[in-house]
């Protein structure tokens, strides 16, 4: 039998107290007796329930997690066109394979692409930038820099000419070739490029015969030559060859540019076509390395088709001295003369200037922004200003024309 509650026990014996006291018969008892009865029981009631009751635990409040949001893509930013990444080349945009071939003047060597024997070029894959421009009589000629890349084949190699002065300049390179016109070109070269230009083929391996002593059995090696006008004290360990820009993304705007077109006369033509697979411009030619007849442009080196990530072509000045002697105004291009880039299967019309002779050559929209080259290797086309274009559904061509 479970024991009787306090409270309970008190209030049996109260009554029996009563009931002693006064015999059997119970009085009545007046309205404020038994409220002051009732309230004495409800107060023990409340004690023993106090009592007895556990006490009673607020809970604790969890903490709140904020989930963490999913981090928002960025864009990478451009690169140049006045500091560049560590280890990346300013002519291309890219890292290279080797961070120490920047701390050394860019090479040019010196490319015929008018053959005798069906010859086609070396080397050419490997540069940075190729610079193509009229020599006259319907020819034209290259210019190959190699400054993140070397190439130990580069050729044919022929003789210099007077735009090679503002190229050498601008780039702070040194030059390659086999000769060149003792009386109108070469005194020229000294206003630009003093001592930087070599004129022979027995540096061997720099620019070497290769023993056949023909026209175009002279190639270079881009590596020696540079180690070459090193040891002669035209070392220059880091160049500053800022004002290129590049970024992956396409810019704004432009127009369809799949193919670009591109003669000097004289039966001689050239094609870029772009090819959506590679994302580069590849270089097809009809000359007479081909029997005249269009044909992929391949580096003898590699046995691979030439490709490039932008094709420029730029309007400059020429001025015409005989049939094979120009000049071709570079240097001191400040105002700004049209130009037109394609890249990623599209072109832009631009502007190009080169206000500083130690700097490249900048390219602007029309914004008078730097303009994003695609990272990568660079075909530039050097025309007249008075040159032909004509455009037909994204396929461009242009014919040159002096000045």
């Given at each position: 039998m479970k024991?009787?509650?306090?409270?309970?026990?008190?209030?049996?014996t109260f009554?029996?107290?009563?009931s002693?006291c006064?015999?059997?018969?119970?009085?009545?008892l007046?309205?404020a007796?038994?409220?002051?009865?009732?309230?004495?029981v409800t107060?023990?009631f409340s004690?023993?329930?106090?009592?007895?009751?556990p006490p009673t635990?607020?809970?604790t409040?969890?903490?709140?997690?904020?989930p963490?949001?999913?981090?928002?893509?960025?864009?990478a930013?451009?690169?140049?066109?006045v500091t560049?990444?560590?280890?990346v080349?300013?002519?291309?945009?890219?890292?290279?394979?080797?961070p120490?071939?920047?701390?050394?003047r860019?090479?040019i060597?010196?490319?015929?692409?008018?053959?005798?024997?069906?010859?086609?070029?070396?080397?050419?894959?490997?540069?940075d930038l190729?610079?193509?421009?009229?020599?006259g009589?319907?020819?034209?000629r290259?210019a190959?820099?190699?400054y993140g890349q070397?190439?130990?084949?580069?050729g044919?190699v022929?003789?210099?000419?007077?735009?090679?002065?503002h190229?050498?300049?601008?780039?702070?390179a040194?030059?390659g070739?086999?000769?060149?016109?003792?009386?109108?070109?070469?005194?020229?070269?000294?206003?630009f490029?003093?001592g930087?230009?070599?004129?022979?083929?027995?540096?061997c391996?720099g620019?070497?015969?290769?023993g056949?002593n023909?026209?175009?059995?002279?190639?270079?090696?881009?590596?020696?030559l540079s180690?070459?006008?090193?040891?002669?004290?035209y070392?220059?360990?880091?160049?500053?060859?800022?004002?290129?820009?590049?970024?992956?993304?396409?810019?704004e705007?432009g127009?369809?540019g799949?193919?670009a077109w591109?003669?000097?006369?004289?039966?001689?033509?050239?094609?870029?076509?772009y090819?959506?697979?590679?994302?580069?411009?590849?270089?097809?030619?009809?000359?007479?390395?081909?029997?005249?007849v269009?044909?992929p442009?391949?580096?003898?080196?590699t046995?691979?088709?030439?490709?490039?990530?932008?094709?420029?072509?730029?309007?400059?000045?020429?001025?015409?001295?005989?049939?094979?002697l120009?000049?071709?105004?570079?240097?001191g291009n400040?105002?700004?003369?049209?130009a037109?880039?394609f890249?990623?299967g599209?072109?832009?019309?631009?502007i190009?200037?080169?206000?500083?002779?130690?700097?490249p050559?900048q390219?602007?929209?029309?914004?008078g922004n730097?303009?994003?080259?695609?990272p990568?290797?660079s075909?530039?086309v050097?025309?007249?200003?008075?040159?032909l274009v004509?455009i037909?559904?994204?396929?461009?061509?242009?014919t040159?024309?002096?000045?």
């Open positions: 024991k009787l509650s306090g409270f309970v026990f008190v209030l049996l009554s029996f107290m009563v002693a006064v015999g059997s018969t119970m009085p009545t007046t309205d007796e038994q409220t002051a009865i009732a309230g004495t107060a023990v004690e023993k329930l106090t009592q007895q009751a635990e607020t809970p409040a969890l903490p709140t997690q904020t963490t949001p999913e981090p928002t893509p960025t864009e930013p451009a690169i140049g066109p560049y990444p560590e280890g080349d300013p002519l291309t945009g890219l890292q290279v394979e080797n120490e071939l920047l701390n050394r860019p090479v060597m010196k490319i015929s692409n008018h053959q005798i024997d069906y010859q086609s070029q070396w080397g050419l894959s490997k540069a190729v610079f193509e421009y009229f020599i009589w319907g020819a034209n290259f190959a820099l190699y070397d190439s130990d084949r580069i044919p022929r003789s210099i000419r007077r735009v090679d002065g190229l050498g300049s601008l780039y702070q040194v030059v070739s086999t000769g060149g016109d003792g009386a109108d070109v070469l005194p020229y070269l000294y206003n490029i003093p930087r230009f070599f004129i022979d083929k027995y540096l391996p620019v070497c015969d290769d056949r023909m026209v175009y059995s002279v190639f270079g090696n881009s590596a020696a180690e070459y006008f090193n040891s002669i004290g070392a220059l360990d880091n160049p500053d060859l800022s004002g290129m820009a590049f970024h992956e993304t396409p810019p705007g127009e369809a799949v193919s591109i003669t000097f006369g004289g039966g001689e033509g050239a094609e870029f076509v090819d959506e697979t590679s994302g580069k411009y590849l270089r097809f030619a009809m000359d007479e390395t081909t029997s005249n269009y044909a442009s391949i580096d003898q080196n046995g691979e088709q030439l490709a490039f990530s932008n094709v420029i072509v730029i309007n400059a000045v020429y001025t015409e001295y005989k049939t094979t120009h000049s071709i105004d570079l240097i400040t105002g700004g003369l049209p037109t880039v890249r990623d599209k072109a832009y019309g631009i190009w200037k080169a206000p500083d002779s130690g700097k050559i390219f602007f929209d029309g914004s730097p303009f994003l080259l695609k990568g290797n075909w530039i050097l025309l007249g200003t008075s040159s004509n037909e559904g994204g396929e461009w061509s242009f040159f024309s002096i000045p």
